[in-house]
Each structure stands twice: as structure tokens, then as C-alpha cells.
């Protein structure tokens, strides 16, 4: 037989090549580590702290804890933090974040997100958590069923926050010394669906052990499987002693999710979080939380009671109580319905009567729903840019001043001292003429001026609803509207941190610390200290009355329509 040489010489190279890609399938060592993502919010890599156990095996599912780190920390610290490594008699922060002591070998991957430093865990911190799972769960063999969430103090707060946002992700939370944000208490009854481990010291003088009392109390009372362990005369460093022998690991290896409950109960104010299990909420009474208590009674038979709720979607697909093709019962709020599915079904309510919908779409024309709600803070949660005008050839002067104020506003990245450090996020900041076409596709739009100088204000000029007086000197208004998608947040005038002292959310630099707090338009005259109107468009992007007289009344507004 004639071998081809040339041939057989590709082949084996090929498959050198092959088992060479093979075993180096798999290069992470055992142990603490770092590794990095790539964040579209901002083009940059972001760390985060990873643990492989050891003889750590591909073709088996692992629990993955993820470990939220508190004000002042870091993912590097965060992970000491959770195998129970505090430092060393004598170190400071700084010295312990330089290496990882060694520990006892646990079968769980671990990863702890810097999540931008000090930032809170809203917004694009919040964004980044679930860039972490996403990048561990492609990275390794995670148990969809045993995926863990634990914090300490504004990560304890973190902890509720993403635990009970999203509740179907979570087998287990376990909040330590925890500071929620304004708005998660709300959310509680989110929690009946996992098991919650609180831990406190009741003399810790910096979140008063007060509030996770009244936590633990109003969990017990609506039926969540939680526990408490608050520790005596312990302070605001209770993380010591709960993660202390890794006991965690021990309590969160009792707890599995289940995929497929028989029961959901679920509440939100936010499109952007209006999923869980097999309930999905398609339209929400507008300003009030919505509520869904649903059960399978048996096969294909459901009991559902809701309120501020106007449409929803049931998916039992995969459910062991679903028969696909078969008759579906379910009784709404007292009244029953019933039809054939093949996996989902959705529902609406017109003149206070529930009906089946052909279609979970059941916004017509601009109204709020997920991706465009707001509030402001929102078109700032996501990938943004701030665009400064140039399109009236200002002077050198004119220019500058504009740079100044587009960088001032971007500058999340500026110190705070060396606790709370910087925010480690880095947007784009560019002229009007410079927005490319891919930067519309992508972003949010953070844009300085209006419609006379900016080119990107006049693009939209017909959408947007209201305009500042272009030779109006003392009054700023800030408002977020969506167009293409996407959103624009129109700041003209006075820039929307004039006479900012030290108040909002603290863990923001002074640029951005009341944004958290503003509504869907801002409009103050001289100060955001005078507040003409901190308002709300209403649930189809229009101005209520009340508004449009209180901005008509300030003289400084026009309006589109």
C-alpha cells in the first residue's frame, strides 16, 4: 500500500494537536485563585475570587457558593473571609489581601466578585454577580440545583437584594450582619422557596443587629425555613465567628433547589425582575407591588391568587405535575379557567375579569415594561456613555467647560478615601460627532445639553417629550425616556449634582450619589436642594397633569406635544 507521507504526516499533527488542546482542557490549579471576565458594561476585564477543590473532576457537578464582599473589601479578602481566614494577629487589610492562606479542601467551588469595590450590589455591580455565575458556570461543572449566595454587611445586603430579585437561582442565602438596600424588605416573601441563615453580633454598632431581628421575625411569621444565630457581644466583624470552620459549607450543603415547585410565591415592583420558576409577570398594576401566590394542586390543576397583577404568563414545562396536550385548570382569584397547552399559558385581566391571552405581548405602543421603566438610575445600570455637545462650534472655553462636566459625571472612578476607595468603573466618555453607530445599538445614552448644541438631543429631539429653555440659566433638569430600545437620560442646564452634599446612597462617588434616589424627571432651580418636580411619567411615557403644571409653572420648560 502507497502511503501519502505529506499526508500522514498532517494527521499526526492533528491529532498532537488535538489531544494537546484536550489535556489542557482543564489548566486551573486546585485552590484560591483569580480569574477575570470581560464586562460589556464597561470593555474592561473585571477579577474575581475563584476556589477549586481539589482533584477537582469535569464530568462532575459541583455546589458553587457565591461570596459577596462588604464595604472596604475586596474579592480577595471575600474569599478568605468565607473559609473562615481573618488576618493575622497584627495585619491590616492591605497586607491580607497579598496572599491566601492555606485551608481545609472542601468539594464546592467558590467565587466572589469584586463587583466594581465599594459600590453596593445594585446597578452595575449587581450586573456583574451575575456575569461571575454565568463565567464560572462556563467555565466548570456547576449544579444548576445547588448554587449558594452568602455576604457580609453591604454584601450581607447584596446577599438579600439578589437572593430575592431573583429567587430561582438560589438553593440557599445566607446573609451576615446584612445593610439591604431601600426596598428589599418588600420582597420577603420571595424567600419561602429556599432556606435563609441569618448571623449577627447583637452589639455591632455600625448595621444595628435591630433590623435582622425584624427580618428573622417577619420570615418565621410568613412561613420561610430560616435560622439566626446571633452572636453575644460580637460587633460589626460577626463574620468571624459565622463562617468560622467553614461552617457554611455545612449548611449550605443540606439545601438542593427544586427546579419545579409545586408552589410559587412571588412579588416585584420591576419589569426587570419579573420572573420566577414557572411564573411570569406580563403587566403590573403601575406604582404597587404585584403579588402571585399560585400552587399545583394536582396534574395540570392550579389555585392562583393575585393582586396589582394585570397579566401573567404560567410556564410548566418540565413540571412533573404537566401533561402537555391535556386539559389545564386553573382557578384565578375565584374564577376558573381552563384550555389545552403545550407548555405555557398566558393570562389577562380586563374590567377585573381574568381571561386566557393569545400572547404574553400585552403592551401596545410605548408603555413601561422590562428594559424601559425607569427610573433614572436605570439608563445608568447598564452599558452608557456620556455624550457632551459640540454641534454650535462652542469656543475653546465653551468646550472645555462641557468636557469638564461630562467627565465630572463619568468619573466613577474617583477616591473616596482610603476605606471606601474607588468604584472601578470606567464609561466612555465622547462628543456628540463622535457617537458611532455601534454606540447606539449597544448603550444608553447619558447625554449633556440640549437640543441646540447637543446632536444627539436634536436625533431624538420629536421623541423626547420636554426640552430645557436653551437660554435658561438657573434650573437643571435630568430625565431618563426610552427610544430604539435603548435609553436616553437628557441632562441640560445645571448638571444634576449642583449643591450635592453628603447624602444618598454612600457607597457612590458625589457625582452619582443621588441618582440613585431621583425618579424619572428631576427638575431644581439653582440646587438640587430647590426641587421644582421629582416625578414619574405615567405608565405610557406620558407627563401626568400634576407634572406638566408644576414643570410649565417654572418657566423653563418646553414641550414636545
Known sequence: MKIDIRKAYFILILGLLISSSNSFAQTFSPGPQVLTFFSDADDTEQPYGLYLPKNYDQNKKYPLVIMLHGAGSNHRLALRRVFGKSNAEGENDVEASRYFPQWDDVDFIVASPYARGTAGYQGIPEEDVYDVLDDVKKRFNVDENKIYLTGLSMGGGGTLWIGLTRPDIWAAIAPVCPAPPAGTFDLASNALNFPVHFFHGDADPTVPVAGTRKWVEHLQDIGVEVSYKEF????????????????????????????????????????????????????????????????????????????????????????????????????????????????????????????????????????????????????????????????????????????????????????????????????????????????????????????????????????????????????????????????????????WWTGTEDQGYPFMPVMQRKLTDYKDIFLFKDSIKNVVTDSYFTENWTVSDETKNKLSASGAIRFTK
Open 232 to 495: 453575644v457581644d460580637v460587633k460589626h466583624d460577626s463574620w468571624v465567628s459565622a463562617y468560622d470552620n467553614e461552617f457554611i459549607f455545612e449548611w449550605f450543603g443540606h439545601a438542593e433547589r427544586n427546579p419545579y415547585p409545586d408552589r410559587v410565591n412571588f412579588v416585584s415592583k420591576q419589569y426587570k425582575y419579573n420572573k420566577a420558576f414557572w411564573v411570569q409577570f406580563d403587566k403590573m398594576a403601575y406604582g404597587s407591588l404585584a403579588e402571585i401566590e399560585a400552587k399545583l394542586t394536582k396534574e395540570n390543576t392550579a389555585d392562583i391568587k393575585t393582586k396589582n397583577l394585570e397579566a401573567f404568563t404560567v410556564n410548566l414545562k418540565g413540571h412533573p405535575k404537566f401533561k402537555a396536550g391535556a386539559d389545564a385548570v386553573f382557578t384565578i382569584d375565584g374564577a376558573k379557567l381552563s384550555s389545552k397547552m403545550d407548555s405555557s399559558l398566558s393570562f389577562i385581566k380586563t374590567s377585573g375579569k381574568w381571561a386566557i391571552s393569545a400572547s404574553n405581548n400585552v403592551s401596545t405602543g410605548l408603555t413601561k415594561k422590562k428594559g424601559a421603566e425607569g427610573p433614572i438610575y436605570d439608563a445608568f445600570s447598564a452599558r452608557h456613555i456620556y455624550v457632551y455637545g459640540t454641534s454650535d462650534n462652542p469656543s475653546p472655553e465653551e468646550l472645555k467647560k462641557r468636557m469638564d462636566i461630562a467627565n465630572q459625571a463619568a468619573n466613577w472612578s474617583q477616591d473616596r478615601g482610603p476605606f471606601l476607595g474607588r468604584v472601578m468603573f470606567f464609561p466612555r466618555v465622547v462628543a456628540d460627532k463622535d457617537v458611532r453607530p455601534s454606540d447606539l445599538e449597544s448603550s444608553n445614552l447619558i447625554l449633556f445639553g440640549t437640543k441646540e448644541n447637543n446632536a444627539m438631543v436634536a436625533k431624538y429631539a420629536d421623541k423626547l417629550p420636554l426640552h430645557l429653555n436653551p437660554a435658561d440659566k438657573t434650573h437643571g433638569l435630568l430625565y431618563v425616556f426610552p427610544v430604539d430600545k435603548h435609553y436616553v437620560a437628557v441632562s441640560s442646564g445645571l448638571p
